[in-house]
């Protein structure tokens, strides 16, 4: 039964992975944000109320890499050639000083690394201030849906899987 159980739920979440590519392809958003949402999801061993608190971690790391990369094209403008990569190195420096010195903020330590996530999300993502939205917070958000939903129906199928094993 432990394995017949395993492969139900395994099947189930391959069901959910594939309609979030759907999804992903109908309204035209990154897959792999949506991926990263809901990984995001289980590593915070997340609730509706902690997902919020999660997707604002995230964005509070998107702003702080917003911030930086302004910092970063602006300071090369007045920086001496070939020191791009010392002014990138400073401004991480201070990226990454901000980032930890949030966990002094109470019941915000746990979000740190999402925080921290938000930031590598805005690097990698290439967004502009424009398209956050679009890019970033829709797919984002569908991601926390899926780790809800995932959650929501394992649980449910948990429960049921236990009745047919005592009848």
Same mark, same amino acid.
């Given at each position: 039964?432990?394995?017949?159980?395993?492969?139900?739920?395994?099947?189930?979440?391959?069901?959910?992975?594939?309609?979030?590519?759907?999804?992903?392809?109908?309204?035209?958003?990154?897959?792999?944000?949506?991926?990263?949402?809901?990984?995001?999801?289980?590593?915070?061993?997340?609730?509706?109320?902690k997902?919020?608190?999660?997707?604002?971690?995230?964005?509070?790391?998107?702003?702080i890499?917003?911030?930086?990369?302004?910092?970063?094209?602006?300071?090369?403008?007045?920086?001496?050639?070939?020191?791009?990569?010392?002014?990138?190195?400073?401004?991480?420096?201070? $990226?990454?000083?901000?980032? &930890?010195?949030? =966990?002094? &903020?109470?019941?915000?330590? =746990?979000f740190?690394?999402?925080?921290?996530?938000?930031?590598?999300?805005?690097?990698?993502?290439?967004?502009?201030?424009?398209? $956050?939205?679009? =890019?970033?917070?829709?797919?984002?958000?569908?991601? &926390?849906?899926?780790?809800?939903?995932?959650?929501?129906?394992?649980?449910?199928?948990?429960?049921?899987?236990?009745?047919?094993?005592?009848?």
């Amino acid at each position: 039964m432990k394995y017949k159980n395993a492969l139900i739920h395994a099947l189930l979440v391959g069901l959910i992975a594939a309609f979030v590519i759907l999804v992903s392809g109908w309204l035209a958003v990154k897959a792999w944000v949506v991926f990263f949402g809901w990984a995001n999801y289980f590593l915070h061993a997340c609730n509706m109320k902690k997902s919020f608190k999660m997707l604002l971690a995230f964005f509070v790391g998107i702003f702080i890499a917003l911030i930086g990369t302004y910092a970063i094209t602006y300071l090369n403008t007045i920086a001496p050639t070939n020191y791009e990569l010392s002014v990138t190195a400073f401004i991480v420096f201070w $990226i990454a000083t901000i980032l &930890i010195f949030l =966990e002094i &903020i109470e019941d915000w330590g =746990e979000f740190v690394p999402a925080t921290f996530l938000g930031t590598v999300l805005f690097f990698a993502s290439g967004v502009s201030l424009k398209s $956050i939205v679009p =890019e970033l917070l829709v797919p984002l958000l569908i991601g &926390i849906f899926a780790g809800f939903t995932t959650l929501f129906s394992r649980e449910k199928l948990t429960i049921y899987l236990n009745k047919k094993q005592i009848k």
